[in-house]
Structure formats: C-alpha cells, structure tokens
C-alpha cells in the first residue's frame, strides 16, 4: 500500500471516530436532562477534527504537488494530444 493510499483510508477511519464522538456529545448532551456532559465527551471530537484537517488538507494539496514537480497522472499520460 502507497503512502496516499495509507492516508487515503486513514483519513476514511478518522472521519467515521469523528462522527461517532460528535453523535456521542449530541446524545449526552440530550440525556443529560440539562446538566453539562463531561468535558471529556464534550472535546473528544477535537482530535479527530485536528487529524481530519491535516489529512484533508494534504489529501487536497496532492494534484498541486504533483503537478509542480513535473509528474502527470495516468489520465493525462493516455489522453490524446494534439497535432499542431
């Protein structure tokens, strides 16, 4: 497995703890019958949050990358080029 791909689905896994924790906040908050939850429910999400930035944005930042270094995707490797 590349590294991008590594990544790839790191970021997949982050993203479904993320959105069990913040599914976690909303239930303790509701059950809680108007007392806070703990502060630990209550900022668990911020660490997948954090992870999911850094991984997006490096996820986002790759066809930029590679483009400035001079590699091309596959796509444009097959693609047609015109005769001029």
């Known amino acids: 497995m590349s590294a ?3 990544i790839r689905q790191f ?4 993203s479904m703890a993320f959105t069990l924790t ?9 059950v809680g019958k ?3 939850p703990p502060a630990w429910i209550t900022y ?17 930042a790759l066809p ?9 995707s596959t796509d444009d490797r097959n693609a047609p080029t015109a005769a001029v």
Not at 11 to 14: G, T
Not at 66 to 71: A, L, M, S, T
């Open 4 to 6: 991008r791909n590594a």
């Open 11 to 14: 970021h997949r896994w982050v």
């Open 22 to 30: 913040v599914v976690a906040n909303f239930v303790a908050m509701g």
């Open 34 to 36: 108007g007392a806070q």
């Open 44 to 60: 668990a999400p911020l660490l997948p949050l954090a992870l999911l930035l850094f991984t997006g944005l490096y996820m986002f």
């Open 64 to 72: 930029y990358l590679d483009r400035r270094g001079g590699r091309r």
